[in-house]
């Protein structure tokens, strides 16, 4: 990857940083829908992260899933949105995710929720990306 294409990254994640501070500074939540993609017609597909506040793990994949909206081209996550949520918020979700955040999970078509396979902390954005192209095909 190229200096010019690592910077461009680095400025989409921390642009990004940016907007969660600022957010909380105002008193505003975190935790919620991530405005990564600019479509919302019938044909956006939803992605789900379980997350909790002051998990190392949650936060770098988070970081990595902004990159990877925010890369564009053909392969680009623009049909998929990202909806961050916080287990510490609803029992249900911190019995089932507490001790396996953080946790994507795609929605069906149906609504329901598809568990994904995990993903390692060691992956560059553009494999990420590619592994959730290849979720929602």
């Not at 190229?2 to 969660?20: D, L, P, Y």
């Not at 789900?48 to 996550?77: H, I, R, T």
């Not at 510490?88 to 953080?102: G, L, S």
Request: net charge positive; glycine share 6%; proline share 6%.
């Amino acid at each position: 990857m190229g200096k010019r294409r690592r910077r461009k990254m680095a400025a989409a994640i921390s642009s990004a940083n940016w907007a969660f501070v600022a957010a909380a500074r105002r008193g505003g939540r975190q935790w919620g829908t991530i405005p990564l993609s600019c479509s919302s017609g019938p044909n956006t597909r939803k992605l789900v992260l379980y997350s909790k506040p002051g998990c190392c793990l949650c936060d770098c994949l988070k970081e990595k899933l902004q990159a990877a909206f925010s890369l564009s081209g053909p392969d680009s996550l623009h049909h998929v949105t990202l909806q961050v949520r916080d287990i510490t918020t609803n029992p249900d979700w911190e019995r089932a995710y507490q001790y396996e955040i953080p946790v994507l999970a795609k929605e069906n078509s149906d609504g329901k929720e598809e568990i994904l396979p995990r993903l390692s902390p060691r992956l560059s954005v553009e494999i990420i990306q590619k592994k959730l192209l290849a979720a929602f095909s």
